[in-house]
Each structure stands twice: as structure tokens, then as C-alpha cells.
């Protein structure tokens, strides 16, 4: 069982849902990366999501583009990520860390040096937003043989086949994005968000994150109660793009906290 799998039943027991936050390793230095990880943590993050700066993040909004690019100014690598997933293991044995990215540095990396550094670096899983499924069946069996759950996004535009096709792929928990765009746009409708996840929980019993659209501890409240993991991007780094290096790691994990007591009120 991965780290990913263990964290979900655990917070089963407890009947809790999981608090998801994105960063981007290296923005807004590469520096302060690690100490954000221990932050998120700190502040009751179960599970970590850490992107992986790219140059074209076609996902991505215009908040998670800027820290790309923040990050890209000091030449952070994909290897790099995974040094700083070394590093953050050194403290931390427990909290599963999922990479976000795209296909173009893991093709450059090689898939299987990849999969075998992602391990031995402490990956638990990776989240390929441009893999789809049909076109990754070896990278899925590589990262499965090494106990590395792999993650895909379900949108409000999957038709039952393609659910189906992609939770017989995914491991550890799948993705669903809120809304129609990039991340950080457009408000949720609770009402549809609730529906949606009606029909893919029919198809598989895997835990179901959602994100994309959760801006604020009112949001993350509403979506706990809905979905076994709340997923936050754009809203925790804005709180990095807006803070100083002095007051940095205070408020991220004050902005943490926040979203760990609103999900917890439910």
C-alpha cells in the first residue's frame, strides 16, 4: 500500500477528508521550497502537490504561470524537484508528495530514470496533466511496480468510457477539476460539483479530489463535505506571490491552517 493509499484510509477512519495544497518547487526561490513543504504540513496539509516548473503550462492559470516562471529564473530542473523531495524527506517520512507536471521534461529525463529517481527521491505519486491515459500504459505499469501512484484529472466534459478508462488506470486517487479552464478560474457550482462526483464514485471506489476552483476556507468547507480530498492551487500561491521572504512561511501555513479548520468543521 503507498503512502497516498495509507493517508486516504487513515483519514477514513477518522472520518476526514484530506487538504491537498499546491506549490511550485523553486518559486519563489528555490531556497525556500523545502521549508514551504515542512510549512504545509505544519499547518495540516495530508498530502502534498508540487509542481513542476514548466514553460508552457497549458493548465495552468495566469497565478500558477507567473510562479513557473519565478521559478524557471533560477534554472529549476526536474531533477532539481526531486532533490528538493530528497531534501524534504529527510524530515519527513510520512506526508505523500504528488508531482504535477507535463510529458516534455520526463521524456528528456527518460521515463524509466524518471520513475527510478521519483522513487528513490520519496515520490508517491505523479500527476502527467499532457499523458493521457491511452498513451501511457508503460509509464502507468513502470510507476505501479515502483509502489508510485499515478494520478489523472476527470473534468466536467469526461464521458462514462473515458471515466472508465481512466480509473482502471489511476492509483492512490483521482482528480476531478471543477470547472471548465485553468486553474484558479471561474467560481464552483456545489450543485453540479456533487452530481459529477455521483457518477464517477458509480464507477470506481478510488478517493476523488477536487480542484481548480477552491478559493477560500468557505469553499474548501463546502467541497470536504462532497469529496474525500480538497485540492488548493492558485488560492496558496497567491499567498506566495503576495508575501515577503520574511513573513513567507508564516503565512503559508497560517493559510494552511485556515483551510485545515474549514474542512474539519463539516
Known sequence: MSRIQSTFAALAQQNKKALVP????????????????????????DIIELGVPFSDPMADGPVIQRASERALVHHVSLG?????????????????????GYANPIEAMGIETFVDRAKSAGIDG???????PEECIEFVALLKSRDIDPIFLLSPTSEVSRIDTIVHQAS?????VSLKGVTGSQNLDIAD?????????????LPI?????????ETARQVAGIADAVVVGSRMVQEVEKST??????????????????????
Open 22 to 45: 499546491y506549490i511550485t518547487a523553486g518559486d519563489p526561490h528555490p531556497r525556500h521550497t523545502v521549508d514551504l513543504m515542512h510549512a504545509l504540513v505544519e499547518g495540516g496539509a
Open 80 to 100: 532539481g524537484v526531486l532533490d528538493m523531495v530528497r531534501k524534504f524527506r529527510e524530515r519527513d517520512e510520512k506526508t505523500p508528495v504528488v508531482l504535477m
Open 126 to 132: 505523479v500527476l502527467t496533466v499532457d499523458y493521457p
Open 172 to 176: 492512490g486517487f483521482v482528480y476531478y
Open 193 to 205: 460539483v456533487t452530481r459529477r462526483l455521483g457518477g464517477i464514485r458509480s464507477r470506481t471506489q
Open 209 to 217: 479530489g477536487v480542484g481548480f476552483g477552491v478559493r477560500d476556507a
Open 245 to 266: 521572504e520574511q513573513d513567507l512561511i508564516a503565512n503559508v501555513a497560517a493559510l494552511t491552517r485556515e483551510l485545515r479548520n474549514a474542512i474539519d468543521s463539516n
